[in-house]
């Protein structure tokens, strides 16, 4: 009778994370590995799934049963062979040792104090020395701002970041381009992003220029929930002349008044040319490289003391933007030209269950912070998780508490949803009135069915869409002719392929603008701008819901996004990515003649 610990869903998931990339057999070395064995193997100690007693080795078919029968004492032990050096597996990456507080490569006197590391926290495990160019550090006037503005310190881990980031040369300017903080869950990342944006938009008068600060990431309501405290702080009597304050969905916005800088909360497809003094994204695991790297940082140099903030707790399935940050990071942490690298975390190896662990994660650490822990490890052992980007509990455990980075970026070709999850929910509705005429678009689909999408604007920046995926192109031309019989004047847009297919007697034909793969890139990245900050709306589109939840994106190597083919029906979905764009250009005027 099979052991009963082989239909456990722990095992059987580990099989599977073990098994995935098709490694080679870690006895024999030479033949794809086919199974999951336990070592020690379970016939030699007391199984205790979760607790780590064991570990799963990749093993070929013949290695496993050669395996059983030495342990059932019918053969001899196995004698391994050598390894293929074209099949090894890579070598396992070997992280640095940090320096400790107390190392002298800290002995500068900005962090005098801050080597002081209080009983209530946790030195970083893995951090950049000081910049050979830094004289000073504004991170104590962070602090002190928001001590006087907030009334409560920040949390020493807190002042360390800002102390490290801040650092400045004889010159005054700041000596980090980009900073990468990077934690566990929990610790106040919120509360030191936003006492940092506050106080760089009162810098205009140290750098002589009005000071833009972006703010970014993952989720756009997270950001802007961020951002909210302030925004109404700012709002009372004694500021009404010192701060303006919009709260509008995608134009949350908080300027002092003294110098015109701007704090800004924008969705990370909505940053390309915005020219920022600082920039700071949220959960950056999430974000493409390309976004940050081609559409922000290019912007930046203008500025005087111009800083990136990359802050991020791990995630399995990160990007390139944190990975590669990371990686360079961690193959020379002494390199002073890439970025401030600061993590907390626990070492590679390191049991989930081993307090020491959870704490070098954990930046503040108090007795109800390691209840928790022990909760949500208890929880990832039930098959639990708390994250929806990872179905996976133990890898959501692993990243979320102990700050655990991949080493390779999550794998290419397979691309990524072209929304987050609740986000095409959250703009069901319809407009409460239109401007002009609107635009229709039309696409086919490979031959076996057709699409007809509708966009219609309220003059104001919100877009309602609508459409119908058809099994015929006929179908689809009459579903225009009603459209454009309901709302004169319509601009027709065409897929390229179809463009000589439009009937003669068709409205707005001899007008017809055709698109193509260029125009779906545009439509691409506008739609999720415009869906995250609830600027697009629908009313009863299934068939449009249907193809935007199965289609995927991925990143194009001279930026922007592209639809990945996944055999998923797409020709409504790229109707509606055309008559989205051409919305955003006004119709051209007829010459006078």
């Known amino acids: 009778m099979a052991n009963p610990a082989y239909a456990a869903p722990a095992y059987r998931r580990g099989r599977a994370?073990?098994?995935?990339?098709?490694?080679?057999?870690?006895?024999?070395?030479?033949?794809?590995?086919?199974?999951?064995?336990?070592?020690?193997?379970?016939?030699?100690?007391?199984?205790?799934?979760?607790?780590?007693?064991?570990?799963?080795?990749a093993s070929c078919s013949v290695c496993a049963r050669r395996q059983g029968a030495i342990l059932a004492g019918r053969g001899p032990a196995p004698r391994p062979r050598p390894a293929v050096a074209a099949a090894s597996p890579a070598p396992p990456v070997v992280e640095p040792d940090g320096w400790p507080a107390d190392d002298p490569v800290w002995d500068v006197p900005w962090l005098d104090e801050l080597r002081q590391v209080p009983p209530d926290a946790t030195w970083p495990r893995l951090m950049t020395p000081p910049h050979p160019r830094a004289v000073g550090s504004y991170g104590a006037d962070v602090?002190?701002?928001?001590?006087?503005?907030?009334?409560?310190?920040?949390?020493?881990?807190?002042?360390?970041?800002?102390?490290?980031a801040f650092e400045h040369d004889d010159a005054g300017l700041l000596c980090w381009d980009a900073v990468d903080p990077t934690v566990a869950r929990q610790v106040g990342k919120s509360y030191l992003m936003r006492e940092a944006c506050l106080w760089r938009i009162h810098q205009g008068d140290r750098w002589d220029e009005p000071q833009l600060v972006v703010h970014t990431g993952k989720d756009l309501p997270v950001c802007v929930e961020i951002q909210r405290p302030a925004r109404r702080w700012a709002r009372g009597d004694t500021f009404a002349d010192v701060y303006k304050v919009r709260d509008a969905n995608g134009q949350e916005t908080i300027e002092y008044l003294g110098d015109g800088s701007r704090w800004l909360v924008?969705?990370?497809?909505?940053?390309?040319?915005?020219?920022?003094?600082?920039?700071?994204?949220?959960?950056?695991?999430?974000?493409?490289?390309?976004?940050?790297?081609?559409?922000l940082v290019p912007t930046m140099v203008e500025h005087a003391a111009a800083q990136l903030w990359l802050v991020s707790t791990a995630h399995r399935k990160a990007t390139a933007l944190m990975v590669a940050r990371r990686n360079a990071a961690v193959a020379d942490?002494?390199?002073?030209?890439?970025?401030?690298?600061?993590?907390?975390?626990?070492?590679?190896?390191?049991?989930?269950?081993?307090?020491?662990?959870?704490?070098?994660?954990?930046?503040?650490w108090t007795e109800r912070r390691r209840r928790l822990i022990g909760q949500r490890l208890a929880a990832?052992?039930?098959?639990?998780?708390?994250?929806?980007?990872?179905?996976d509990p133990f890898e959501a455990f692993a990243a979320q508490w102990l700050n655990r980075w991949p080493t390779v970026r999550r794998r290419a070709g397979h691309g990524e949803p072209l929304l987050e999850p609740g986000v095409w929910e959250a703009c069901a509705g319809a407009l409460e009135a239109y401007a002009g005429p609107g635009v229709v678009a039309l696409e086919e689909n490979r031959g076996t069915g057709a699409a007809a999408a509708f966009v219609v604007g309220d003059g104001a920046g919100r877009f309602e869409v609508d459409g119908r995926a058809v099994a015929t192109w006929t179908e689809a031309i009459e579903l225009v002719r009603g459209f454009v019989a309901a709302r004169p004047g319509a601009r027709l847009?065409?897929?390229?392929?179809?463009?000589?297919?439009?009937?003669?007697?068709?409205?707005?034909?001899?007008?017809?603008?055709?698109?193509?793969?260029?125009?779906?890139?545009?439509?691409?990245?506008?739609?999720?701008?415009?869906?995250?900050?609830?600027?697009?709306?629908?009313?009863?589109?299934?068939?449009l819901d249907d193809q935007i939840a199965r289609a995927r994106v991925h990143n194009l190597a001279g930026g922007g996004l592209g639809l990945v083919n996944n055999n998923a029906r797409t020709d409504l979905l790229r109707a509606c990515l055309w008559a989205l764009d051409a919305s955003q250009v006004s119709p051209p005027t007829p010459a006078v003649r």
């Open 17 to 57: 994370r073990l098994l995935a990339d098709g490694p080679m057999c870690a006895h024999c070395r030479c033949r794809v590995a086919t199974e999951a064995d336990h070592q020690p193997p379970l016939k030699l100690h007391a199984h205790l799934d979760g607790s780590g007693c064991c570990e799963l080795v």
């Open 143 to 164: 602090a002190a701002y928001a001590l006087e503005r907030t009334g409560r310190p920040l949390r020493w881990w807190q002042q360390l970041v800002a102390g490290r």
């Open 266 to 295: 924008k969705a990370k497809e909505s940053v390309y040319g915005l020219s920022a003094s600082m920039a700071v994204v949220d959960e950056a695991w999430a974000v493409p490289a390309t976004i940050i790297e081609e559409g």
């Open 333 to 364: 942490l002494a390199d002073t030209d890439a970025d401030l690298w600061i993590e907390w975390s626990a070492p590679p190896g390191i049991a989930l269950d081993d307090e020491d662990g959870w704490r070098q994660a954990s930046p503040h």
């Open 380 to 391: 990832a052992r039930s098959g639990e998780t708390d994250d929806p980007d990872e179905p």
């Open 493 to 543: 847009l065409v897929g390229a392929r179809m463009n000589n297919q439009l009937p003669a007697d068709l409205p707005g034909r001899l007008g017809a603008q055709r698109a193509g793969t260029t125009e779906t890139g545009r439509g691409l990245v506008l739609l999720r701008a415009l869906a995250a900050e609830h600027r697009v709306v629908h009313d009863g589109t299934v068939e």
